[in-house]
């Protein structure tokens, strides 16, 4: 069983840049969480898709968008790139629907630095 | 938004000693995680509490809930190096985790 993988796995990007990051989500999960975590501090929740839809939203600006495949591989595009964004993004996939007590998966990240 | 707090936020200790972080809210959780996050690697779940006074043990970790599911504790009986991280409290409410901001725990040979 393969768990969760990203790439690329770091990136180097320049102000009003834009980026897409990847995530193959394990195999049988449907749902797909991104989270950004800035140096020195804990994630923080992005948003969440299931089956291709977004499904929950954390406090981000429309700039950061996401997508997700029949295959329930996910992306997460970011417009218009500021020094802020600099962080590891995290991709996390769970079997279904993450309730309450769902255990979320999380692949190693990326690692994105705006110059 | 539920804040979650943790304390400390850093801790440096020598290999057999013991230590105890918190992860502690205003309002009442969920339920709560406890992930721990090694250096270029993804968050790994290591416990899930939802009973308030609930204790649950693995290996030398030691995970206490609150009675008032307002505040938890991870307690580590004879530290080991490979037990060095970032460790994260989290609570789950629906399809999202609220993370604290982490414990950096480094344990010294």
């Known amino acids: 069983e393969t768990g969760v993988t990203q790439s690329p796995t770091h990136l180097i990007k320049t102000r009003g840049q834009q980026v897409t990051l990847r995530c193959s989500s394990q195999?049988?999960?449907?749902?797909v969480s991104w989270y950004q975590q800035a140096l020195g501090q804990g994630p923080q929740f992005i948003f969440q898709?299931?089956?291709?839809?977004?499904?929950g939203r954390g406090n981000f600006p429309p700039r950061f968008s996401g997508l997700q495949f029949p295959n329930y591989s996910s992306e997460l595009n970011v417009n218009a790139l500021e020094l802020d964004d600099s962080a590891l993004y995290l991709c996390?996939?769970?079997?279904?629907?993450?309730?309450?007590?769902?255990?979320?998966?999380f692949g190693p990240g990326t690692r994105l630095l705006v110059l | 938004t539920q804040l979650l707090e943790q304390s400390p936020q850093f801790l440096s200790i020598q290999e057999g000693e013991n230590l105890t972080v918190y992860c502690n809210s205003s309002?009442?959780?969920?339920?709560l995680q406890w992930y721990r996050q090694e250096p270029g690697e993804g968050p790994v779940l290591l416990v899930t509490?939802?009973?308030?006074?609930e204790v649950k043990k693995l290996k030398r970790l030691t995970f206490q809930f609150g009675d008032a599911r307002k505040d938890s504790s991870l307690h580590i009986t004879a530290a080991q190096p490979g037990d060095t991280g970032l460790y994260l409290c989290?609570?789950?409410?629906?399809?999202?985790?609220?993370f604290g901001e982490g414990t950096q725990l480094t344990v010294n040979p």
């Open positions: 195999s049988g999960h449907n749902t």
């Open positions: 989290a609570e789950t409410r629906g399809s999202r985790l609220t």
């Open positions: 509490v939802v009973t308030g006074g």
């Open positions: 309002s009442v959780f969920s339920s």
């Open positions: 996390a996939s769970s079997p279904f629907l993450a309730g309450a007590q769902e255990t979320q998966y």
């Open positions: 898709y299931y089956r291709e839809e977004e499904n």
